[in-house]
């Protein structure tokens, strides 16, 4: 059975509003199949609530929001472990991608093969297997 690591985005997508991740990411969701989110995603959520408050909205603390949306989506949070930090460290960004939470992401996704769902554009990029509304 196919495993699947979760883009930031998609899981925050998946509680607050799951219309916009599309029919195959949401029949994903709704299938036995394992889901996982990186626990750099934890972070970058936490990190989206500071700088952002407007666009991410959650009315419950912070560490309840995450047992809860964690819990009903049936989704495992995915540790970093040594493999994942030695993938981020080889992993070349393509240019105009800065971000260090989609490139552990990606290490994470490189080293497990575990298929990413994400619509960021720069994701095809990558050498991971990926669904995306997008393509």
Not at 34 to 39: C, E
Not at 67 to 76: G, N, T
């Amino acid at each position: 059975m196919k495993s699947y690591l979760l883009d930031t985005h998609i899981f925050l997508n998946a509680w607050v509003r799951p219309e916009k991740n599309g029919k195959k990411i949401t029949k994903i969701f709704e299938s036995a199949s394992p889901k996982y989110l990186s626990a750099i995603s934890l972070v970058e959520i936490a990190q989206l609530l500071e700088s952002k408050p407007k666009e991410v909205k959650i009315n419950v603390p912070l560490a309840t929001f995450f047992y809860q949306a964690l819990s009903e989506l049936q989704v495992q949070v995915l540790e970093i472990t040594p493999e994942h930090a030695q993938r981020f460290y080889e992993i070349q960004m393509i240019k105009d991608h800065k971000d260090q939470y989609d490139r552990t992401i990606i290490a994470q996704a490189a080293s497990t093969g575990f298929t990413v769902l994400s619509d960021d554009t720069k994701f095809p990029f990558y050498p991971i297997e990926l669904i995306s509304n997008n393509l």
